[in-house]
């Protein structure tokens, strides 16, 4: 008989409804019962595309003996970290302070009264291995521990909830802002980014990528040149690797290995809108490697073939699993995306298999489970025989060409997978809720697509997600984080309003070379940021809060995000839009409000910099933001270039003889006489010779 998770709306959630498992929502009603019946609360927090994720739901939630004991000595509740990434982030946190790591499932065990944990973990087998303990260990282990050891029960508790507080509270006193701080950080970031470590796993980690990109500038001599030569590397790994699906486009979450070759299938909004942005920054500097014009290209067809819901929003994910017959039991990881050596033989003309052994990493035994994730060894344009075959293989994958097929309907659960009619290969499960943050990321990587290739599909898929938002996210007067199709859910959080203003800011800037846009995009903007202002700003300590003043009674803190993870942190984001929001509006409260931010997380800054690459990209505004004045005519050529701080205006009126005003901070510049010296004014300070002309 299904549990009570039936009921939700959540993919993730419903994925456990036939656990043996008496699982609870998070809410007022389950926490009153794990104090009342003085059972410790086992919190398992994920999301649906998670591989282990569903690997655990199928060992030991489903595990009957392991149910019963959970079920009678614990008050058991799921979360979908993806409905609730405050508690995620809470919860992670205090993971990482008891094991120095973190990841998904995310499994901790709280006491009743105060919930606060006392111990915690990802992946528990059902039986012992991993030189892992079975699962029903533990669980037996925990609640005699909570029985019978009260003191070191409280002494654990009290550490965390120590260096929660501590955490929370930052130093008041402001340090540094200045143009070295800048340089510090990006220097960090561009150590990060240039490591192998071999054996470990890969990951995008697109906010530290785009500071090394766009702080290059910036640095002078062999520094610069070490930036921008690890920003390249990070976009051929990106572009060539397994990591990027070579045959239908998009991008999977990450490698298990440093080489970039087999990736972590499942393929999530967040990921690809960031990556999209870091490409097309990278071709914008002049690097105008024909890989990355195609994994861009590849990312938007992506998007409009699977990922475009028909009211205009995008979806959130794609599963890592998928079922290689109907009558499977359980998914296979990766099973759509790979291929068998002998089974693309046939495929091809012996031309088109040469060119595809020359071009990728092919062979008999495979490189994934005896089979072949496709990785190019090459770079450069795909010559026509490539791209047939290539061609071929998306055909058998989806039982239809490149050409003829327009959109996929999504399985939205597994039995929608195993029932459907498919053309081609099962495809893996879809969660189609909108997300408002990971929409705004897309939306923004899609803007700033448009204003380097001026495509007018980059341009309208971004407009249509937005509009969606703008008419259906907000309820009794406040945005809303989620859309299960048509049903509004969720208060907003920081990250869904700093990128919902920060896509609606890069919208508005990409509108002034759209010849079809009928929006006040920043007038919607400064909507958004008034609201975010008064719900979520935190007077005390500066910065934004993660939740709103009204919505946040069960937290036991409530954080201040400005440390990058996958996604930037919201206070990064949100800063560097204060600051652009300042430049286009000439409005300084919001540049005063910008600076208030910085400084509140200024000893993060100093004594941190690997945590918030974002962080400096907001310093990176405050300190070289531009605006730029000129004729409509001249917009898309000067916007299609490298300018990562700059905004542009119409100008209404220029000096006789004049082409553009270049203005930074409350002062402007000589008015320009010519394209080149229009350029030049348009560098940030100290920085080395413009790479590029108009």
């Known amino acids: 008989m299904p549990n009570r998770l039936a009921h939700s709306k959540s993919l993730y959630l419903r994925k456990h409804a036939n656990n043996p498992i008496n699982w609870w929502f998070w809410g007022e009603e389950a926490l009153a019962t794990a104090k009342a019946e003085n059972k410790p609360i086992f919190l398992s927090i994920g999301y649906s595309s998670c591989h282990w994720c569903t690997v655990m739901e199928g060992e030991a939630f489903s595990d009957r003996a392991i149910a019963d004991y959970i079920n009678e000595n614990f008050l058991p509740i799921k979360v979908d ?13 205090t993971l990482q302070m008891m094991t120095g790591q973190g990841g998904w499932p995310l499994n901790v065990f709280l006491s009743p009264e105060d919930l606060v944990p006392f111990y915690g973990g990802t992946y528990f ?29 409280q002494q654990v508790k009290d550490t965390i909830l120590t260096t929660l507080n501590t955490s929370k509270n930052l130093s008041q006193d402001a340090f540094d802002l200045s143009e070295e701080v800048l340089r510090r950080g990006a220097m960090v970031a561009t150590q990060i980014i240039g490591e192998k470590e071999f054996g470990r796993p890969s990951f995008p980690m697109m906010p530290y990528s785009l500071l090394v ?5 910036l640095e002078i001599k062999a520094a610069a040149q070490e930036a921008r030569s690890v920003a390249i590397q990070r976009g051929d790994d990106l572009a060539l ?16 290995d440093a080489a970039w070759t087999v990736p972590h299938f499942e393929k999530m909004l967040y990921d690809n809108g960031q990556i999209l942005g870091f490409l097309v920054d990278l071709w914008s500097t002049g690097e105008n490697e024909p890989a990355y014009d195609r994994a861009i290209a590849g990312i938007v067809d992506w998007l409009k073939r699977e990922m475009t819901a028909p009211e205009g929003y995008f979806y959130a994910a794609q599963d890592a699993d998928n079922f290689v017959r109907p009558t499977d039991a359980e998914p296979k990881e990766g099973a759509f995306y790979v291929w068998r ?34 990785k190019r060894s090459v770079k450069g344009k795909f010559a026509k025989k490539l791209e047939n075959a290539l061609s071929k293989l998306f055909k058998v994958r989806y039982g239809e060409s490149r050409e003829t097929l327009k959109t996929v309907t999504p399985a939205q659960n597994s039995e929608e997978a195993k029932t459907l009619n498919w053309k081609g290969r099962i495809p893996p499960v879809t969660d189609t809720k909108a997300i408002v943050a990971w929409n705004g990321l897309t939306i923004s990587g899609l803007a700033k697509a448009y204003t380097v290739f001026q495509k007018p599909t980059y341009w309208q898929l971004a407009a249509q997600a937005a509009t969606f938002i703008l008419q259906n996210q907000w309820k009794n007067g406040r945005l809303h984080r989620l859309n299960y199709q048509g049903t509004v859910s969720i208060p907003a959080q920081s990250e869904d309003y700093a990128f919902l203003i920060k896509a609606l800011l890069d919208l508005q800037q990409a509108s002034l070379i759209s010849p079809d846009s009928q929006t006040n995009w920043l007038e919607e903007a400064q909507k958004v940021q008034q609201e975010f202002d008064e719900w979520l700003w935190n007077e005390e300590m500066g910065g934004y809060d993660n939740t709103a003043k009204d919505a946040s009674d069960d937290l036991l803190i409530r954080e201040r995000s400005y440390i990058d993870s996958a996604i930037p942190s919201a206070n990064g984001i949100a800063i560097a839009n204060l600051l652009r929001l300042s430049l286009l509006t000439d409005n300084l409260e919001y540049r005063d409000r910008a600076e208030r931010g910085l400084k509140a997380f200024s000893r993060v800054m100093e004594e941190s910099p690997q945590a918030c690459p974002s962080l400096f990209l907001a310093l990176h505004w405050y ?24 905004v542009y205006q119409i100008a209404k009126s220029l000096p006789s003889g004049a082409i553009g005003i270049v203005c930074r901070g409350t002062s402007c510049l000589e008015p320009a006489q010519s394209e080149a010296r229009l350029l030049d004014q348009m560098q940030p300070l100290d920085a080395p010779a413009p790479p590029m002309t108009v």
């Open 623 to 646: 300190r070289n933001a531009t605006v730029v004045r000129t004729t409509v005519e001249r917009l898309p050529t000067l916007m299609s270039q490298f300018f990562p701080v700059a």
């Open 125 to 153: 087998p059902a039986e012992p291995r991993y030189n892992r303990p079975g699962f029903l260990q533990v669980l037996q282990t925990l609640r005699r521990f909570y029985d019978e050891d009260k003191e070191k029960l």
């Open 213 to 217: 990109l766009h702080s290059s500038p």
């Open 341 to 374: 050596y002998n089974d693309i033989k046939p495929l091809l003309t012996d031309l088109e298999f040469k060119g595809l052994r020359e071009s990728f990493v092919l062979s008999l035994e495979g490189n994934f489970e005896g089979k072949n994730v496709l």
């Open 81 to 93: 970290r993806e409905e609730r990434p405050d508690l995620d982030s809470l919860y992670m946190q």
């Open 241 to 256: 690797g397994g990591i990027c699906d070579h045959v239908a486009g998009g991008f999977h979450r990450y490698t298990v």
